[in-house]
């Protein structure tokens, strides 16, 4: 069974930063495009960066781009989503989405929560 397991989430104060790393097992990783979205209190579900399956490319929103950097590690089979900069708006459960081209399978993990607060 695919797992994809999110962990780094916590509390922090504005202006601080966090790294989510999402953990990835059952999965052929280097075929995969990688993706952090977030889903806050009461509203939908967000994209919020991409990395390919080569890694040679990224994508952001625009509400992060500049502040929050994706990276993976195909031999370690994480992604990781480094965040700084961090805004109360932020604050939301972050979930790590994996997607083949090729197959056609997609995953979601389970989500991490992370709250930016003074």
């Known amino acids: 069974q695919v797992q994809l397991v999110e962990s780094g989430g916590g509390l922090v104060q504005p202006g601080g930063s966090l790294r989510l790393s999402c953990r990835t097992s059952r999965l052929t990783f280097s075929i995969y495009d990688m993706s952090w979205y977030r889903q806050a209190p009461g509203k939908e579900r967000e994209f919020i960066a991409l990395?390919?399956?080569?890694?040679?490319?990224?994508n952001y929103a625009d509400s992060v781009k500049g502040r929050f950097a994706i990276s993976r590690d195909n031999a370690k089979n994480t992604v990781s989503l480094q965040m700084n900069s961090l805004k109360p708006e932020d604050t939301a459960v972050y979930y790590c989405y994996a997607k083949s081209r090729v197959l056609g399978y997609e995953y979601w993990g389970q989500g991490t929560q992370v709250t930016v607060s003074s």
């Open positions: 990395i390919t399956y080569t890694g040679g490319s990224t």
